[in-house]
């Protein structure tokens, strides 16, 4: 998992918090994270942890919790299986559940 972190093409802007759970708790990758993209790595660590702070670890789970349900709630959306000839239709039919996901939110912020 730590391997691949490095390798996600991640286009944050400067300063934003990227929540990640204890399978990425490393301090040479979380310091690489803040130093080359200066992005602050908010990671729920473990009891042990030399940087664990209760108060970050509140901060860490409850933007996790955010994470987690919005990762719920687009799965009930989307179908058994997607099917798609080419990588682009796949990307254009994902997209478009994210859309159908977000406009949803919206009228029901709307209506009520």
Not at 18 to 23: E, M, Q, T, V
Request: charged content about 20%.
């Amino acid at each position: 998992d730590l391997a691949s972190l490095l390798l996600l093409p991640l286009d944050l802007p400067e300063g934003a918090e990227l929540y990640l759970d204890r399978g990425y708790e490393s301090h040479l990758y979380e310091d690489l994270l803040r130093e080359a993209q200066e992005v602050v790595p908010m990671v729920i660590r473990r009891r042990n942890s030399r940087r664990y702070l209760p108060w970050m670890q509140y901060l860490a789970i409850v933007g996790r919790r955010v994470v987690e349900t919005v990762g719920s709630m687009l799965h009930h959306l989307f179908p058994r299986r997607i099917h798609a000839v080419t990588q682009e239709g796949f990307v254009i039919k994902v997209l478009t559940f994210v859309l159908a996901h977000n406009i949803s939110l919206l009228t029901q912020k709307m209506a009520g």
